[in-house]
């Protein structure tokens, strides 16, 4: 096949990085959170905004690249989560039919504790930015972050049900490179963990069982 266009809708800390170097070991062209090409730069998510309301597509400012790894922000007053937004999703597939979708996922507990432990993501951004899914106030705990999660999770089999385009796979999972290679029709010669967030000293034992990415 062609090479794919490829929009990844997991949140931070599902792997996002590591699908990032996977693709561009198999020779795509990739944006991971940042867009650092000429004077095309920019957070992803924010370029993607601008194309949605400014043209109506939300892939123009991305000419040439392939994939799409990391496509929310949170920082700087910046608060893009593209991959929550169902007029934008309908829009990249109404404007590029071909697109395909991965949805990253991992054991919610384990990604809510890796969020909390991430800069001050967990401790103050997703606690004091309005999220879709994560109003503000809200996200201050790992319990309330699962429940965020697990409802993301959901949102995007909903809109993509029964859709060939679409492959959800979990990080967790040692096949989870085989089926992105066969859904992308793309040979992966790299898969492991990057952006790697280990747990600290004395964390709980089910955490450290669950994985560090």
Same mark, same amino acid.
């Given at each position: 096949?062609?090479?794919?266009?490829?929009?990844?809708?997991?949140?931070?800390?599902s792997?996002?990085?590591?699908?990032?170097?996977?693709?561009?070991?198999?020779?795509?062209?990739?944006a991971?959170?940042?867009?650092r090409?000429?004077?095309?730069?920019?957070?992803?998510?924010?370029?993607?905004?601008?194309g949605y309301?400014? *043209?109506?597509?939300?892939?123009? *400012?991305?000419?040439?690249?392939?994939?799409?790894?990391?496509?929310?922000?949170?920082r700087?007053?910046?608060?893009?989560?593209?991959?929550?937004?169902?007029?934008?999703?309908q829009?990249?597939r109404?404007? *590029?039919?071909?697109?395909?979708?991965?949805?990253?996922?991992?054991?919610?507990?384990?990604?809510?504790?890796?969020?909390m432990?991430?800069?001050?993501?967990?401790?103050?951004?997703?606690?004091?930015?309005?999220?879709?899914?994560?109003?503000k106030?809200?996200?201050?705990?790992?319990?309330?972050?699962?429940r965020?999660?697990?409802? *993301?999770?959901?949102?995007?089999?909903?809109?993509?049900?029964?859709?060939?385009?679409f492959?959800?796979?979990?990080?967790?999972?040692?096949?989870?490179?085989?089926q992105?290679?066969?859904?992308?029709?793309?040979?992966l010669?790299?898969?492991?963990v990057?952006?790697?967030n280990?747990?600290?000293?004395?964390?709980r034992?089910?955490?450290?069982?669950?994985?560090?990415a």
């Open positions: 096949m062609s090479r794919p266009r490829v929009i990844n809708l997991g949140f931070p800390k792997g996002t990085t590591t699908l990032a170097r996977a693709l561009r070991e198999a020779g795509l062209s990739v991971d959170f940042r867009l090409q000429g004077a095309r730069r920019g957070f992803v998510g924010g370029l993607m905004y601008r309301f400014d *043209h109506g597509d939300p892939l123009m *400012h991305f000419e040439g690249v392939d994939a799409l790894t990391e496509i929310s922000v949170v700087n007053k910046r608060n893009f989560w593209p991959q929550c937004d169902f007029g934008l999703l829009a990249i109404k404007k *590029h039919p071909e697109a395909r979708f991965l949805l990253s996922m991992r054991d919610p507990a384990a990604q809510a504790d890796s969020m432990r991430w800069s001050d993501m967990g401790t103050r951004r997703l606690r004091v930015a309005a999220i879709p899914g994560l109003p106030e809200f996200g201050s705990s790992e319990a309330q972050l699962v965020w999660i697990e409802g *993301h999770f959901a949102f995007c089999h909903k809109i993509f049900d029964g859709s060939d385009r492959l959800a796979y979990r990080i967790e999972d040692r096949t989870a490179p085989e992105i290679s066969e859904f992308l029709g793309l040979e010669p790299w898969w492991g990057a952006n790697a280990p747990p600290k000293p004395g964390a034992d089910d955490v450290l069982k669950k994985g560090a």
